[in-house]
C-alpha cells in the first residue's frame, strides 16, 4: 500500500510541475527519443513575430545562448530525477509483490513440523526445566 501512495505522490507532484493530469498526456514515453522532439516543440515557444514581440506583445522574449543551456539542463535534470524516483518506485512495489508472495510458503515438511510441535506444546510454549 505504501508503494501506491508513494507513485500517486509522483504523479502529483508531476502534475503539480506540469500542469498536465496524467490522463491528458500524449501517451508518449519518456525516452531519449523524444528530446529531439522536445527540442522542436521548445523552439516554437520562443518563436517571435517580424517585429520581435511575443504574441500577448510584452515584447522581445528571444531567450539568450546561455538561457537556452540553462533550460535545457534544468529540464535534463528534471527529466533524470523524475525517471530516477519513478524507477525507486517500481522496485519498491515489486520486492513487496515478492515478500508477499513469499510470505507464509514454507516447504510442506517444515511446515507439518512446526505445526506437530506447536499442537504438542500449545499450553505452554516455553522451554521447562525437564525438557531442557
Known amino acids: 500500500m505504501e508503494a501506491v501512495m508513494a507513485c500517486w505522490e509522483i504523479e502529483q507532484s508531476l502534475q ?7 490522463g491528458e498526456g500524449t501517451g508518449a ?3 531519449d527519443d ?3 522532439d522536445q527540442v522542436d516543440s521548445d523552439a516554437n515557444l520562443f518563436d517571435t513575430s517580424l517585429d520581435g514581440t511575443d504574441s500577448m506583445g510584452f515584447g522581445p522574449l528571444i531567450p539568450t545562448e546561455s538561457e537556452r543551456s540553462l533550460m535545457e539542463r534544468v529540464r535534463h535534470e528534471l ?3 523524475l525517471k530516477q524516483g519513478y524507477k525507486e518506485k517500481i522496485v519498491d512495489i515489486r520486492e513487496e509483490i515478492l515478500r ?11 511446515t507439518s513440523v512446526l505445526k506437530a510441535w506447536w499442537q504438542s506444546h500449545s499450553k505452554w510454549p516455553y522451554p521447562t526445566v525437564s525438557s531442557t
Do not use: F, I, Q
Open 16 to 22: 503539480s510541475l506540469t500542469g498536465v493530469s496524467p
Open 29 to 31: 514515453t519518456m525516452s
Open 34 to 36: 523524444d528530446d529531439d
Open 79 to 81: 527529466k533524470h530525477e
Open 100 to 110: 508477499k508472495r513469499r510470505a507464509g510458503k514454507l516447504p510442506g515438511d517444515t
